[in-house]
């Protein structure tokens, strides 16, 4: 990170001629060196996620729609959640078609599942990192957008029972990021454009809507005029982008509409409004200091460390829109629209999952906004120092400060990927051998539907198995076989590695 520091340095103190050529080869060398380090963690991180990490439950209940779309049942998930019968428009698959869609496609080709599944996630991981460099470079140049593109890689969200184990998870937190941030980066000249991203971001992960007040005040600081005159030039450039925004959701909706018919459409919207009115979950009795210390718990860095680079890179996002807030150039007024979108934004969700008392502790909820906001913060605070008072004092605290903040997030980055490849826990080829035996007997007995136990580790076994997935509890379940970890009740049909498949009761 000292070569961060020296960049950051380097237009203020400005060195004679002779001595800035050595040094900008120097930071030249070191800034290569360092993005191919950043380029080699990522793959790593990348193929682990593809091809090592576990396939779990949510990932497969997302993979049976395009499954049941291929065959032609629909848009419908196996309702697993909803009485273990094919469930059209199923509300409890919050990961949306913007995400699912392309994996239906995938499947059409024989690909294997899995595999197909977990490809899409990972292209909008790639799109999620070439935004967050576009926009770094916009803002503060390539350090910034090697601080931008760093700051994924220093996060997690794969504690608990409900994680994002890995950028290819099928699951619709990271699309819906990635299309946020490239809607940021095409909104000062393509306002219509960012609102339909948005608009599919919502559609990818329904959570994404909590960014709009984040793009309302972007459009505010980039009007032209002072006081009511930008609130209203504001407002004449916001109707466009607001209503292309709803056009992917008011899509899905009418081919729900189309589907299900009236009487079923309605039960269809009330089912949706219950399950966002719970966040489908149960009252979890969670306050807010314990969602922010689970927060600051999320990288692979001490939380007492993590929130010192928070308070450090806001220390200094906050100096630099104040010092040009009033004398801001049409350059710098981007960069100030997307630092206040990004406080906005990153506040909107982090304050949403904290106040929510329903959510478990699971950072996944407010992933979207952490992976689009968090990183354009890190690059506003490499931009704000050379926006700091001329003085050597501020530009010397402004240099450390920033340098601090690159150092917290390259550990945390080297740490995640360490954490990644040393991890000894379930893996997909181990999943794949144990259910092999069964798979084969499910397909020669031509079974159609398999009951999980419960909801968890059967729920993924089952979709590899390549049946329709149901719980043991739901009545239509009853002449179903059930796959169990424990010696079966009934007779076992057959016996994989770990688990069996049992007769049913």
């Known amino acids: 990170m000292a070569a961060l520091a020296a960049s950051v340095r380097s237009a203020p103190l400005r060195p004679s001629s002779g001595a800035r050529a050595p040094m900008s080869r120097l930071r030249t060398a070191l800034f290569w060196v360092a993005a191919a380090a950043l380029v080699i963690g990522h793959v790593i ?4 996620s593809l091809t090592v990490s576990r396939f779990w439950e949510d990932e497969a209940f997302n993979l049976t729609v395009p499954r049941n779309l291929l065959a032609g049942l629909g848009y419908a998930s196996d309702g697993a959640l909803s009485g273990s019968t094919i469930t059209p428009f199923d509300p409890r698959i919050s990961t949306g078609p913007v995400v699912l869609l392309p994996v239906a496609a995938l499947l059409a080709t024989g690909m294997d599942p899995v595999l197909a599944g977990r490809l899409v996630p990972l292209a909008f991981w790639v799109l999620l990192l070439a935004g967050l460099a576009a926009l770094g470079r916009r803002i503060g140049g390539r350090w910034a957008a090697l601080l931008a593109v760093t700051v994924p890689l220093a996060f997690t969200a794969g504690a608990g029972v409900s994680p994002i184990q890995g950028p290819a998870d099928l699951l619709g937190e990271i699309p819906a990021a990635a299309l946020l941030v490239w809607a940021l980066t095409v909104l000062p000249r393509r306002a219509w454009l960012a609102g339909l ?27 032209d005029g002072r006081g009511w005159a930008r609130v209203r030039e504001a407002l004449r450039r916001a109707w466009l982008p607001l209503l292309l925004s709803a056009v992917p959701t008011a899509l899905f909706e009418l081919g729900a509409l189309l589907a299900l018919g009236p009487a079923g459409f309605i039960e269809h919207l009330r089912a949706f409004v219950r399950f966002v009115r719970s966040g489908g979950q149960t009252d979890a009795a969670t306050t807010v200091l314990q969602k922010l210390g689970t927060l600051a718990d999320s990288g692979s860095l ?81 931009w704000a120092v050379t926006r700091l008072p001329e003085r050597r004092a501020w530009r010397i605290v402004g240099t450390v400060a920033a340098a601090l903040v690159g150092a917290i997030v390259a550990t945390g980055a080297v740490l995640h990927v360490t954490d990644t490849v040393t991890s000894r826990g379930l893996t997909l080829a181990a999943q794949r051998a144990d259910v092999e035996p069964l798979r084969a007997w499910v397909e020669e007995n031509d079974v159609e539907w398999v009951a999980a136990e419960r909801w968890g580790w059967a ?25 169990a970890l424990d010696d079966c009740p009934t007779a076992t049909l057959v016996e994989g590695t770990t688990s069996r498949l049992c007769a049913a009761r």
């Open 45 to 48: 991180l990348a193929w682990h």
């Open 197 to 223: 991203l948005v608009g599919l971001a919502v559609q990818a992960k329904l959570i994404a809507a909590l960014a709009l007040p984040a793009f309302a005040v972007a459009l505010w600081v980039l009007a």
């Open 459 to 483: 729920v993924p076994l089952v979709v590899l198995i390549g049946a329709h997935l149901g719980l043991q509890d739901a009545p239509s379940m009853t002449e179903a076989p059930r796959l």
């Open 302 to 382: 001490p939380p007492i460390v993590a929130l010192l680079g928070a308070v450090l890179t806001l220390a200094l996002v906050t100096l630099g829109v104040v010092r040009r807030w009033r004398t801001a150039t049409a350059e710098e007024r981007v960069v100030i629209a997307y630092a206040l979108a990004a406080v906005v934004g990153a506040l909107a969700f982090v304050a949403w999952w904290a106040t929510a008392s329903r959510l478990p502790l699971w950072v996944r909820h407010p992933a979207p906004g952490i992976l689009a906001f968090f990183p354009l913060l890190a690059a506003v605070a490499v």
